[in-house]
């Protein structure tokens, strides 16, 4: 029985995902990408496949996405994370309704994809230069407000009341700013709240250029953080579609072209 | 800031642009399989003029343009050897940030920087510039060139091109540059001298147009990034021997074809390139694009297909009707985004999608180049009501952004794979 | 097939055109002395008052003289002499269109020469400001309507108005150049006269001798100076749409260079700027087909007769044509 992966190498997290013949998801993981990254996502395929208890020679197709695809060599593919995404999206929003947007917030970017009905990419937008409003911001703040990442939620939820402006879109200015809030006596859960806000608005700026249609999928790393999540409502003033597999979502799309790209060889060959 | 004299900082700008340009020659030779024989002609000429400092001019008096709607012929006419001076180094751009906005366009800062830097050798005896009056930076630009020494000729281009005042007001400028010609070169504009330099121009184009030709069939016989060279070669190369150069290279791709050798896959998407203009070694855009599997196949850029594709037309072979039929050429059917309204640019991107079977268009536009930032609006809508995809890319010449750039491109080119997909 | 067209779409039809524009000048001109008469509906100034030379009449001579008939003959028998003159001059039409003015009208041609001739002496030729261009282009249906109405109101006069002399029955005859010029090509120089027998003789062909200095002058500094004011091309151009040969354009080929605009002596704009109408016969264009030659634009520009192209713009066709006529 053959089976697809698709390996998302970001730059915070390497993400795998393997779908059988129809493209249903039977086994993923996660870890961090670290500084040797080639060997991480090796020793994290392994670790999978030990797990779901497959062989290597189970897996007929392996596709890599993500800022390392290039470099993973053990790939059959490399294709680009905004193609990946959207075919991800669309398959996992399905059950949710119709998606035709996605916004997704990574380590170091954060992008806006619109798509037609087949998940074929119609625009995308995504930031060029800056991390400003990515996943390696809200490490930042956690770290200065000595909390964990995954407590940021927690801490935006337990907030009544407007939180304050941050207005830094610079992470590094940001920084020195949340430190001048709190030193003017502003609790962590302000500071959280405001963080979410700024960056909410900042990815909804860029979704806006793609246009936003239909619904909405929210995806990446930080979709997880509900906080993060209600402001993004807010500040697009609709609802959003935030799957289990948020954080796996590339991959997983990934895994999908596998099985297609490998469908049409050996229907070819 | 180092305190190293002057010199010294000017030399190490030159050797930043010495480096930069063996790089992207590196790129362009090496990281992309079988090229065709004949461009070597044109990568050993960068390397000569761009690594080297070699003149790939033949004598004369060197005249600095600043514009692609300068009119060559009336340079070439009074004796003098025109050099686009409009560059692409990111070494140069750094070292022109003294002059302008650090919000300005590249290409323009770039043109400073060579000005004030340490040039290349050959261009050392270079101080008259005809500057033309398009967008504002280039007409500020042209006020710091006298600041720099160099002996500006300010040649007048009108706002828009429509009317008959535009094109009366033009002819007068040109008819003035003529005079203006003769004084920088101290040669003589002559009925015959000016006959000899419109059809040895025409006969550049009638190359350029035989290359470009060629590269609407399909499957593409020759890469977007190499056609770029070419034309980008016409800036500074003899323009006869330039003419040779592409003869033979069209001779070859001719060839190729028969052999069925092609410059790409049967089915890589087709891309029109459109907006700032690249120029060597700032190719970063048409690599990304070929490296991730597309091919450019025709551009509307002022570095290539606006500057060879239009032709003049002379009604009567004599020295009044020869200036301004050489000055409608450059006013008439320019697409440069100075103009009022630029229908003109929609429907030349429309045909050349039409005529070269384009999949899809870049759009690339210089941070701070305003007017190519503005006209984004109107033509990617016209591209959508004709149901071509685009890829708009703001960036400048540092390397920054290649690696986001890269991703940007790919799924756009993967996007026009699963359009074709779905069209079959 | 294909290398014909090649052939055809590479010539120089400037060239083709001198020759062709002689031939057709000696057929009218002096075809009379061969026996050729092609009758008297031509759609050119073939001029009647040339009496041993013509090898056919120009239309307005017979419409001027058929239209000075009184208003009850218009139903009658007689009235189709005039219906008849004009079939012919619409068949002719309807094949040439208006290419009569650039390849087959004496007149035309003779402005043609001296334009070579000027040209040889190196002056430049002038234009008119757009300003100008527009209003003087009216002229010629002032002149058409003029020509018609004046014999018709010597044949009807009206009651109060003051009548219209007899010595009106073909006033633009009278004034017309061609009536000066194309005898002398025979040596007939007896159009050269003032007429003194009436008053309005004498204002006429006073008018008439005026006109032919102007013509002289005009054509001599500005190309096809008088095809501004023709009452033929006027007449022409009522039809021209309707003709066999048409001459088209694909404006989503064009990139608006102007280059056929430049060439035009006919000053026509709209054959450059216009990329929205198909069949572009502006009423001053006599078809000689220079913007077809001056335009670089594969396919862009084209003369076709029944919707077959005949004449193509072409890129390898342009450059041949530059280099060639640059290098004379």
Not at chain 1, 169 to 195: D, H, M, P
Not at chain 2, 400 to 412: H, I, K, N, P, Y
Request: glycine share 8%; with cysteine; charged share 25%.
């Amino acid at each position: 029985m053959n089976h697809f992966a698709g390996i998302d190498i970001g730059s915070t997290a390497i993400k795998i995902a393997l779908v059988d013949r129809d493209e249903k998801l039977v086994a993923s993981t996660t870890c961090p990408s670290g500084g040797q990254f080639h060997r991480n996502a090796q020793e994290a395929f392994q670790r999978l496949l030990q797990e779901s208890g497959m062989e290597r020679g189970q897996i007929a197709f392996v596709t890599a996405t993500g800022y390392g695809r290039k470099l993973y060599r053990d790939a059959d593919e490399a294709i680009s994370e905004i193609t990946a995404n959207a075919v991800g999206a669309l398959r996992a929003g399905a059950p949710y309704g119709t998606v035709r947007t996605i916004i997704n917030i990574g380590g170091q970017d954060s992008k806006a994809i619109r798509i037609d009905g087949d998940g074929n990419v119609v625009q995308f937008a995504m930031n060029d230069k800056c991390a400003a409003g990515t996943g390696r911001f809200l490490e930042m703040v956690a770290r200065n407000l000595e909390i964990d990442l995954e407590e940021l939620g927690e801490y935006h939820v337990r907030l009544d009341g407007a939180p304050p402006t941050i207005n830094s879109t610079c992470a590094v200015f940001a920084e020195s700013e949340i430190i001048g809030l709190l030193a003017r006596g502003y609790s962590k859960e302000e500071v959280v709240a405001g963080v979410h806000y700024s960056i909410a608005r900042r990815t909804v700026r860029l979704a806006r250029r793609v246009g936003i249609e239909e619904q909405v999928y929210f995806d990446g790393g930080p979709a997880l953080n509900h906080g993060l999540a209600t402001a993004m409502r807010e500040e697009l003033m609709r609802d959003l579609i935030i799957p289990d597999i948020a954080q796996i979502t590339t991959a997983y799309g990934a895994a999908i072209l596998s099985r297609e790209v490998w469908a049409a060889e050996s229907e070819g060959a | 800031m180092s305190a190293a004299p002057q010199g010294g900082r000017r030399a190490a700008v030159l050797a930043q642009q010495i480096r930069e340009s063996a790089q992207a020659l590196a790129t362009l030779e090496r990281e992309f399989p079988d090229n065709p024989a004949a461009m070597d002609y044109f990568y050993k000429l960068f390397h000569r003029v761009y690594c080297e400092g070699g003149r790939a001019q033949p004598e004369g008096t060197l005249v600095g343009t600043t514009c692609v709607q300068v009119p060559d012929e009336i340079v070439r006419a009074a004796g003098g050897v025109p050099v686009r001076l409009c560059s692409g180094s990111h070494a140069f751009d750094l070292a022109g940030a003294d002059f302008m906005p650090a919000k300005s366009c590249s290409l323009v800062k770039a043109t400073l920087g060579l000005l004030q830097d340490e040039r290349p050798a050959w261009l050392d005896s270079l101080d008259r510039v005809v500057n033309l009056t398009t967008c504002d930076q280039k007409k500020k630009a042209g006020q710091m060139m006298e600041e720099l020494g160099c002996q500006v000729h300010h040649l007048e281009f009108p706002p828009s091109k429509d009317s008959e005042h535009a094109r009366a007001f033009w002819r007068a400028s040109v008819r003035d540059f003529v005079r203006a010609a003769e004084r920088m070169t101290g040669g003589r504009v002559t009925r015959a001298s000016l006959r000899e330099s419109i059809l040895a121009v025409s006969r550049a184009q009638a190359a350029y147009r035989r290359l470009q030709r060629l590269r609407a069939e399909s499957p593409a016989l020759l890469l977007g990034k190499d056609a770029f060279l070419v034309t980008n070669a016409y800036f500074f190369d003899d323009l006869e021997r330039w003419t040779g150069a592409v003869d033979a290279l069209v001779a070859e791709l001719e060839a190729r074809r028969e052999a069925g050798i092609s410059a790409a896959l049967r089915r890589a998407p087709r891309i029109l390139f459109t907006g700032s203009p690249p120029v060597f070694p700032n190719l970063k855009i048409p690599v990304l694009v070929e490296q991730a599997g597309g091919v450019i196949v025709a551009d509307e850029t002022c570095s290539a297909n606006r500057m060879l594709n239009d032709a003049v037309s002379v009604d009567e072979w004599n020295l009044y009707d020869m200036v301004d039929a050489v000055a409608d050429r450059y006013l008439k059917p320019c697409t440069c985004p100075i103009f009022t309204s630029n229908g003109d640019r929609l429907r030349r991107l429309l045909d050349l999608a039409r005529t070269h079977a384009v999949d899809g268009v870049v759009y690339q536009a210089f941070a701070g180049c305003q007017v190519y930032e503005m006209e984004h609006h109107s033509v990617s809508r016209a591209l959508a009501e004709a149901g071509l995809p685009c890829l708009y890319v703001e960036t400048d010449y540092s390397p920054d952004d290649v690696g986001q750039l890269s991703t940007r491109v790919e799924a756009f080119i993967e996007s026009l794979r699963s359009r074709r997909r779905r069209r079959q | 097939m294909k290398r014909l067209r090649a052939f055809v779409n590479g010539a120089d039809i400037q060239r083709f055109r001198t020759w062709f524009q002689l031939f057709a000048f000696v057929l009218l001109v002096y075809g009379g002395y061969l026996y050729i008469d092609l009758g008297n509906s031509l759609p050119v100034f073939a001029c009647g008052f040339n009496d041993a030379g013509r090898g056919g009449v120009c239309f307005l001579l017979p419409l001027q003289h058929q239209t000075h008939i009184p208003w009850e003959s218009l139903f009658s028998w007689r009235v189709l002499g005039l219906v008849f003159g004009f079939l012919t001059f619409f068949a002719w039409l309807l094949v040439l269109n208006k290419a009569w003015c650039g390849y087959v009208c004496p007149l035309g041609t003779i402005q043609d020469w001296m334009t070579a001739l000027r040209r040889r002496l190196r002056l430049r030729y002038s234009v008119y400001s757009l300003e100008s261009f527009t209003r003087l282009k009216k002229v010629k249906y002032v002149l058409l309507v003029l020509l018609i109405l004046i014999p018709f109101a010597i044949g009807n006069p009206v009651e109060g108005l003051p009548h219209v002399p007899e010595d009106m029955a073909t006033p633009f005859c009278t004034i017309c150049p061609a009536r000066m010029v194309i005898p002398a090509f025979t040596g007939d120089f007896s159009q050269w006269t003032l007429d003194f027998s009436t008053r309005t003789a004498l204002v006429m062909t006073s008018l008439g001798m005026a006109i032919l200095g102007i013509f002289f002058v005009g054509a001599f500094v500005n190309k096809r100076f008088f095809c501004f004011f023709c009452p033929m091309s006027a007449l022409q151009a009522l039809f021209s749409n309707i003709a066999l040969l048409k001459l088209r354009k694909d404006g989503d080929k064009c990139t608006r260079c102007g280059d056929c605009y430049r060439v035009c002596d006919m000053q026509i704009k709209a054959i450059a700027d216009d990329v929205e109408r198909k069949t572009l016969i502006e009423d001053d264009c006599m078809m000689c087909l220079k913007c077809v030659a001056a335009c670089p634009e594969e396919g862009c520009l084209k003369a076709t007769f029944m919707g077959i192209p005949v004449y193509e713009a072409t890129e390898a066709g342009f450059f041949r044509r530059l280099q060639q006529r640059g290098g004379q």
